[in-house]
């Protein structure tokens, strides 16, 4: 930037031959700046391709897996059942009838005005015998209420109103539920102490005039097999039957009067999905490298040219292009993924069949699932091969590539300081000149006044 000293004296326009020769000193550091946005552009295609690689690697890497190829699908011959799969899942067909649903026990109290007792106690007895006493702040039945629900007794409790005593006071009753269904969740309810329970001088609230047991704890059921010598029957807590086969849970709904027939098939839609999503991220990359690796010609006013791509004569690249389409395209056991619906194209790339690869699959699922898992495990070597944060061969590129441009950007800022010196150092001559200048200006001033001075005096003379 200007300081103001132009033309002070010598008319000079400081300024501009200032900036004129900072901008050759400059002329290293703007190739370095030049050289910096090249490799970052450059540097972003790589961290770009290199993600594509690793999610490619993890996406192979799990249909490589014993399991990664196993998509079921389960239907159920009656809404008195549902199903649904879980990891581990096998083709089965099961057929089972309904021959109970869970329910959560629950029983009411006797009309009541206010607990027989205050502050009341009270003790819940489940059907393992194990004991939960509660005490209320009163004998409010508001008070009890809320000691039952906050209690780790695992009941809940409502207050219902209950019409009118003879002497016309509302009369209310309590609903106690279990939280949780299931004939372990039955209970007892007593009027006194966990002790006094014990001691069997409690008083049963179901057993007082007016209460009842409105519903029995009990646990879900069905049988498999039935009418067969290896009938058996399963319940559960809940009216969920989790693991009842590998991969399998289901859940009751109803009664049912006849087997439900529940089967768990291979998934062949879901197979085909997976390996078209697989092919068209390998396309990806694999068109990515290509696009970016050529080269292309133009002619204009200024004549011909050719523009290379960001990855043209980059070994890396082309390697990690070369081993990605030998993962897919070699052969497996003397066979050509061709026979799976894979095939190759004259671009270096490949086109997914969904047809050839569904029907190879209707008629030997386990082969193509094989064939599939193989290539996927060839992919995902390849792809850990190219993108492994240690070893990987684009990610070792990257973090060279980021390591010079780290150190072209300290010779830059290092630039920046040695120009500022300059810049400087310019000023400060300029400067002095102008002060020089000026001085010797002065002086000429002088001495040509003085000699007009003599020339006058010499004129008056003569």
């Known amino acids: 930037m200007g300081i103001g000293i132009d033309g002070l004296t010598s008319g000079l326009k400081s300024t501009d031959i200032i900036n004129a020769l900072m901008g050759a000193e400059a002329i290293p550091q703007t190739q370095l700046k030049s050289k910096v946005a090249k490799d970052s552009y450059l540097l ?13 690697q993890t996406q192979a890497s799990g ?13 159920s011959s009656s809404p008195a059942i549902t199903a649904t799969l879980a990891t581990g899942a096998k083709p089965i067909t099961m057929d089972l009838a309904v021959t109970a649903l869970a329910q959560a026990h629950s029983v009411v109290t006797a009309p009541l005005q206010a607990w027989p007792t205050s502050p009341a106690v009270l003790t819940f007895v489940k059907a393992d015998g194990s004991k939960t006493e509660i005490s209320a ?5 508001d008070d009890v209420a809320y ?8 009941i809940s409790a409502v207050k219902v109103a209950s019409g009118t005593a003879p002497d016309g006071s509302m009369q209310y009753r309590l609903q106690l539920t279990a939280t949780d269904t299931g ?3 039955a209970f007892n309810v007593y009027d006194g102490s966990a002790a006094e329970v014990t001691a069997g001088t409690a008083t049963s609230l179901t057993a007082a005039p007016g209460a009842a047991v409105l519903r029995t704890g009990k646990d879900a059921a069905v049988t498999l097999w039935a009418g067969t010598p290896a009938e058996l029957s399963i319940s559960s807590a809940s009216n969920t039957f989790a693991g009842i086969a590998p991969g399998l849970d289901i859940t009751v709904h109803q009664l049912s009067a006849t087997a439900v027939s529940v089967d768990v098939t291979r998934d062949g839609g879901m197979v085909t999905d997976a390996a078209k999503e697989l092919m ?3 396309n990806i990359i694999l068109g990515s490298i290509f696009t970016q690796s050529a080269v292309s010609g133009s002619t204009g006013a200024g004549g011909s040219g050719v523009t290379s791509g960001l990855f043209t004569s980059n070994s890396t690249t082309s390697a990690a292009k070369d081993k990605l389409f030998n993962a897919v395209a070699a052969p497996i056991n003397g066979f050509s993924p061709a026979t799976i ?45 190219v993108a492994d944060p240690r070893e990987g061969t684009l990610s070792q590129t990257v973090k060279g590539k980021q390591t010079v441009i780290d150190d072209l950007n300290d010779q830059i800022l290092k630039w920046d300081d040695r120009l500022t010196q300059r810049r400087g150092a310019l000023v400060t001559t300029y400067a002095n000149l102008e002060v020089q200048l000026g001085r010797m200006k002065s002086q000429q001033d002088w001495l040509s006044s003085q000699i007009s001075s003599m020339s006058n005096s010499n004129n008056s003379k003569n």
């Open 280 to 282: 068209s991220n390998v």
């Open 44 to 56: 972003t295609a790589l961290q770009a391709l290199n993600s594509k690689f690793a999610n490619l």
């Open 183 to 185: 004939a372990a969740n």
């Open 137 to 141: 702040a009163t004998g409010s039945l």
């Open 341 to 385: 619906g894979i095939n190759t194209t004259k671009n270096g790339d490949f086109v997914f069949d969904a047809d050839v690869f569904a029907a190879a699959y209707a008629k030997d699922p386990a082969a193509v699932e094989g064939t599939l898992a193989t290539i996927s495990q060839r992919v995902a070597d390849a792809a850990k091969a």
């Open 147 to 154: 000691a039952i629900n906050k209690s780790n007794a695992g």
């Open 63 to 75: 249909l490589a897996k014993p399991d990664g190829l196993a998509k079921y699908q389960v239907a």
